[in-house]
C-alpha cells in the first residue's frame, strides 16, 4: 500500500478534524472553545478563582491595592520570573496608586481611563473571560482586575529572559549574515521583519497544544504565495491536537505529507536569510516558539542540495558548490555498496593495477568485505553520535581517539583494510558535506539499505535500489508539489537555480512550482541593465 | 481523506513523448542488431530500420491520432460503443493479456542478461524476483509517479548510449559498413520485421492519453517519441556493424552490451564497462517493465470497475512470475518474444485502427474538439 494511504489512514484513525477555516481568519482558535467562564464582579473571587486554577502556584504574585478618591479595590496577578517587575512597578502600580485623581462613577468609566490615560504601557488589551485571564497570566502578561467591572485588562509586561542572537550552529556559511533565530518568537519574527520591509508580509499567529498553547506562527506575503497554500498549510498545522508541540520538528512530522519516507519534506532552517528568500518565492514558513528553528515548506528534493550561500557568492563558484553537492550525496550514498559489489561480485571491472594493490591491501583481513564495510560504518555512526553527546573538550579526545584507534590501529591489527579506511572516511566527508542536516541523516540511513543490496546482488542490487529510491521521490508529494519537481515534471526556467545557479541578473522570474501569484522579481524588460 | 493538489496532475506531451520512447526503449534495442545482421547483407539493416521506423512513426500517429477520440471515456468504453460489449470485453482483454505477457518477457530477458554479465551462480529466479520485486513496488505507486520516472531515466539511457558509442568510434572500421545496397528486397523485408518488433510499446498512447492534459497534441508527441529511440537503433547499429564487422555480429548475442565491452575509456579508471552500461540498461527496461504492468492492470480496471488496484496487482504478480519463468531455454524464449511481438501488431495496433473504422461509421461520440 501506497506510504500516503497509510499515513491518511492512520490520520483518520487517530480522528484529526480538520476545521476548515479562511486562512486570513486570524480569530484565536482555542478561545472559540474554552468554556466561556466570565469574570466575578468581585477582585476577591476572581483572585480565588485563579488561585484555585494554577492550585496556589509559588511562582503567582498578587498584589492588591486600592486606586483614587473612589478607594476602587483592584488587584494584579502575575508570574514571578516571567514578568519584567521593574515595568510593572513604574508602568503600572505607580501610576495607579500615586497619581490616580480622577473621578470615577462607574467600574467601566474606571477601565476607559486606565486604558487610556494611566497605563503607560504600550501593550493593553480588555479580557471577558477566566480561561484568557489565566492564559494571559501565564504567557508573562499581568492581569489587573478592578472591582466591580466585567473586564480585566492584559498589560504586555513580558520580561524573561532569552538567548542573545547568536550564529547558526547547524548551517555556518562564509559569506553573508551570521544572525540566527533564538528560542524567542518574538525575536525571531523580528528578525523576518527587518530583512523584509514588506508591507504584506504576514505573520498569522495561533496557539497549538491543549496544555502546551505554544504561539506558531504561520508567516506569508500576501500576494505571492499561492493562497491554497496557506489555507491548506493553516488546517494542517490547525488539525495538530495533543497536549504540547515540543518543538518545530513535532510539527513537522505532524504535518508532513508522508510519514514513511525518509527524505526531510518540510525544510528546517536556523538561518532568517533563507526564510526570507523562501517567502519571496512563494512559499511558506512556519515559526514555532521556543525553538531556533523555522520550517520552510514546501520544498523538493532539489532544496535539500541548496544552501543560502549560493546566492551570495559569485555564480561561477555557486554552480561548482552545488554540482560537488550532488557528487557529495552520491558519494555518501552509495561508494561503501560499490565497493562491496566491485570487491564481492565484480572483481573484473577494477582496473588490474588498482585490483593488485586492492588485493595486497587486504591480504590478511579475516572478513568478507560485506562485514568489514559494516563494521566500519557502524563504528563511524557510534563516533559520530558519541562525538556529539560529550561535552565540547571531551568530544574532540572522541575525534582523537577515534581517528588513531580506529583507522590506524585496527589496520596495524589486520581487522580492515586501509582501502576501507579510505571509503569510509571519503563517505563521511562527503556526507558532511551536504548543507541540510536531516537530508544527510536520510542519506546516511539509506546507505545501511543499499550496502545490504550490494552485498546481496551486486551492482544489480544498487540499480535496484537506485530505482526504488527513485520511485519513491517519484510518488512523494509536499504539499502538492511532486517531491522530483523540476526535473519530472520538467520546468525549464527552474533549472537556471537548480544545479546551475545562474548570474543573479538572469533569476528573472519566482519558481513556477510553487504557482506564485505574482511570477516577476524583477522588472520585465529583457535589458538587466 | 482526499489530498490537497494545486498543482496539475495532468501530463504534457512532453510526458507523452517521453514515455512512449521509454516504453520502446527495452531489451530489443540491445538485439537488434544481430538479428538484422543475420537476415541483411552488410550493413543494409539501416534502411530496414528506417522504413520499420517510418512504418512505426506513422502507426503511432494514426494511434494517437484515434486515442485522441476517446480521451475522456477510455479505449474500452470506446470499443464498447463501437462493436458492442461482448467482442469490446474480447479485445480489452487480449490487449490485457498481451501486456502481461510483455512485462514477462522484459522480466525474463533481464534475468537472463543479468546472469550473463553481472551473475555466474545466482538462478535465473531470484534474478527475477528481485527484479519484478522492484517493479510492483512502482506499479503500487501512483500513475502520474510512473510517468515522471520515465522523465527522470530517459536522460541517463541517452547520455550512456552516447558514451559508448563515441569511444567506441575508434574501434569502428568503415571497410565493413561497404558495400552498400546489396540486400535484395526480401532481406530487407524480413530485416522490416524484426525492426518493428523492437519497435513496438509505442500502444501505450492509447491508454495514457486519458490522463493528458491537450489530448490534441499526442499525435505529434507519440511520434516524436517513436524517432527518439529510432535514432537510437540506427546509431547502435551502424557502430555494430563497423565494430564487430556483418559476419561476427550474427554470433553475438547482445551486441549493444559487448560493444561496451569493446569500448575504450581512456584513463583506464574502469574495465569492463558492459557491466556498468547493463546496468544503467537495467533502469529503462524496467521502466518499460513497469509501464506493461501499469497497462496491463489500466485495462483490466477498465472492464471491471470493482477491481481496486492492489487486489489487481497481487492477483497478476504471480501469473506474471510464473509466465516468465515459463520458456526453457533460449529458443523457446525467442519463440515467446515472437508471438508477443505478432500479438502486440495485431491487437494493439491494427485492432485499434479497425475499431476506429467502425466507430466512425456507427457514429460513436468522440471526445476530439
Redesign the interface.
Known sequence: MKAREISSMFKQLFGRSSPSRSYTNKSNPTAAELSVQHLYPLVQDNLEAIKQALHHASDLVIRSFSVGPSQTPCATASIDGLVDTAQINEQLLKPMMHSFDYLISSAEEMCSVLEEQVLSTYQVKRIATLDDAIYNILSGNTVLFIDESTDAIAVTTIGWKSRAIEEPQTESIIRGPRAGFTEDLRTNTAMLRRRLKEPNLVLDDYQIGRRGKRDVVIAYIVGIVHPNLVKEITKRVLSIDIDDIEGSGFLEHWIADSFLSPFPLILNTERPDRVSGSLLQGRVAILVDGDPFALILPITFSSSLQSPEDYYQHWMISTLTRLLRLGAAFIATFLPALYIALLEYHHGMIPSKLAFSIAGAREGVPFPAVIEAFAMEITLELLREAGLRLPKPIGQTIGIVGGLVIGEAAVAAGMVSPVMVIVVAITAISSFALPSYSFAISLRMMRFGIMLAAAFFGLFGIILAYIMINVHIVNLMCCGIPYSTPFAPLLKQEWKDLVLRAPTIFLKKRPKMVKPQNTDRMKKENDPS | ?K?????DPKV?A??ICVTVASMIIGVGVLNLPRELAKVTKSSDGWISILIAGLLAMIAAFLLAKIAVHFSKQGYFAYTAAAVTKPVAYVITLLLSFYFLSYCSYEIRAIANI?KQY??ER?PVEV?AL??FL?VI??V???R??????????IPFIFGITFVVLSFSLTKLSVVDLKPCFISSITELASGVKASIFSLLGFEVVLLYITMMHKPQLAPKAAAIGVALPIIMSLAIYIVCVGVFSEFALQEVSNPAVELAKEMQIPG?????FE??FF??W??TV?TTTIMAFDCCIYTLRSMFKKIKH?PAIYMLSPIIFWLSMFPRDVNSFAKMGDYISYLGVGIAVITPMIIYLFAKIRGVKSDAL
Open positions: 481523506m489530498y490537497f493538489e494545486y498543482g504534457s512532453l510526458d543479468s553481472l551473475f545466482t534474478i528481485g527484479f522492484v513496488y512502482a503500487s505507486g501512483s502520474a509517479g510512473i510517468i515522471r520516472l520515465n522523465l527522470l531515466t583506464e579508471f574502469f574495465e569492463r557491466s556498468i546496468t544503467i537495467i533502469v524496467y492492489m
